[in-house]
């Protein structure tokens, strides 16, 4: 069992520049997040979704996009590139309830 | 609304001594928690939760804590530090029926030899 698998595991980007994270997880869990990590803040909950075709805002929904085609995937979407936007970003996946949450190894994203 | 103090960002303790990181909660609900450890440069590992049935609960790596509603409190313990719980570790709190964590800000444990 791969768990959660994202890709890239690093990117450099340009201001103004748009890329996708991707996210996949074959644990067939419904519910599936985007999470930034930031020194000093933990970790802030960007999107989420209970299923495919469902999705929702978390914390700092602000300059990404996020879609559920299938229950496998969860690509998060930047739309222009921002410095701010330099973080570690993690994906998770979970069974619904309050259960275990499964972490990737993280994106680390460089805007310069 | 549900949130997490973590009251230390850092702790350090010497190899072969307790380990005690705080961390207290707000919920609405009755609440999951978890604390969860990050190695540097690694991901994040659960290392144990709280759902509900026993206030005392064990984890991996001899970890436990202890859950006080009286308190709102979920204080992570560990009677022997060991040179690899040299990491940092999250409190996370989840409304049960929510899976959205709220995560605490962290608290970087070093180990001195």
């Known amino acids: 069992n791969a768990g959660v698998t994202q890709t890239p595991k690093f990117q450099v980007l340009k201001t103004g520049q748009s890329m996708t994270l991707q996210c996949a997880q074959d644990m067939n869990h419904e519910y599936m997040s985007w999470y930034r990590q930031d020194p000093g803040m933990g970790l802030r909950l960007i999107h989420y979704s209970v299923g495919a075709g469902i999705t929702d805002q978390g914390e700092v929904p602000n300059g990404y996009n996020v879609s559920r085609s299938t229950t496998e995937d969860f690509p998060l979407r930047l739309l222009s590139a921002a410095p701010s936007q330099t973080s570690v970003y993690f994906c998770a996946s979970s069974t619904r309830g309050g259960t275990e949450a499964f972490f990737g190894q993280g994106t680390r994203l460089t805007v310069v | 609304a549900q949130s997490v103090t973590q009251l230390d960002s850092h702790v350090s303790v010497s190899e072969g001594t307790p380990v005690l990181l705080r961390c207290n909660y707000s919920?609405?609900?009755?609440?999951?928690l978890f604390w969860y450890v990050q190695h540097p440069n690694k991901g994040l590992q659960l290392l144990l939760k709280y759902t509900s049935a026993a206030t005392l609960v064990k984890g991996i790596n001899g970890f436990e804590a202890e859950f006080k509603k009286s308190e709102t409190s979920f204080h992570l313990t560990k009677p022997s530090a060991h040179m690899s719980d040299a990491a940092e570790y999250f409190c996370v709190v989840s409304e049960l029926g929510n899976e959205k964590l709220t995560f605490g800000t962290g608290t970087r444990l070093t180990i001195i030899p």
């Open positions: 919920s609405s609900y009755s609440p999951s």
